[in-house]
């Protein structure tokens, strides 16, 4: 039966023993990009995955975070050799400002599927309302990108791209954008939505004044054998 260990955070992982010498699954999910407060979604974060006979020994894991740089960026996700400090698997983060060029260039693994574009702030109704971030990427492929706020109105925010996913092993999707309610005596900005887990790209705000950006979802590691 096969034995699965998730890491939601940075550590290690020691192979001894009986499985030594086993085929192990390397699944890595990079962390979505925020959204950012002037509108723009952003992009989710990509996935790797790789399959190895391992040798014993110690190996570095780390989980990217949302937001690792204070710069609204999400942090890659990667595996690791301990001794040699050679990089296994690696899934790219998203970015704030919605690209994927980032993720593309650190991708390492034998299957790769990269997060989907944050929409970027196209003025949708009344000027302001925020895009859709993108979906993460997935074992089912590329994450979709974000819905450009040009298609929202006083009433339906742009809607965040579907993260990739399949057999259930769900992808994180990204979050909406943040717009502006106009109704029957009552007028009221709805802020963002953040990036689901993992790696789903955080909605963009409703651009008019200081409004808060939305999270992006965190990354994750999945090893199986």
């Known amino acids: 039966m096969a034995t699965t260990f998730t890491f939601l955070s940075s550590g290690t992982f020691t192979l001894t023993g009986s499985n030594v010498g086993q085929?192990?699954?390397i699944q890595c999910?990079?962390?979505?990009?925020r959204g950012s407060n002037t509108g723009n979604g952003g992009s989710g974060g990509a996935y790797s995955k790789i399959i190895k006979v391992l040798p014993t020994g110690s190996y570095l894991v780390g989980v990217g975070q949302n937001d690792y740089n204070g710069?609204?960026?999400?942090g890659d996700t990667w595996f690791k050799s301990g001794s040699a400090d050679k990089i296994i698997c690696q899934a790219g983060g998203?970015?704030?400002?919605?690209?994927?060029d980032w993720q593309v260039s650190q991708a390492t693994g034998s299957t790769i599927y990269y997060g989907g574009y944050g929409c970027p702030?196209?003025?949708?109704?009344a000027s302001y309302n925020g895009s859709g971030g993108g979906g993460g990427g997935g074992n089912g492929g590329n994450g979709q990108s974000g819905q450009s706020a040009?298609?929202?109105?006083?009433f339906v925010a742009a809607i965040g791209g579907t993260g990739s996913w399949i057999a259930g092993d769900g992808t994180g999707n990204g979050g909406n954008g943040g717009f502006y309610y106009c109704g029957a005596n009552?007028?009221?900005?709805?802020p963002p939505t953040d990036g689901a887990y993992p790696g789903g790209g955080g909605g963009g705000a409703y651009?008019?004044?200081?409004e808060t950006e939305s999270n992006g979802g965190d990354g994750v590691v999945f090893l199986t054998y």
């Open 23 to 25: 085929s192990v699954t």
């Open 29 to 33: 999910y990079g962390a979505g990009g």
């Open 71 to 74: 710069y609204g960026n999400g």
């Open 94 to 100: 998203g970015r704030q400002d919605g690209t994927i």
């Open 121 to 125: 702030d196209f003025m949708g109704y």
């Open 150 to 154: 040009f298609f929202s109105t006083e």
């Open 186 to 190: 009552v007028n009221k900005v709805h």
């Open 207 to 210: 651009d008019y004044g200081a």
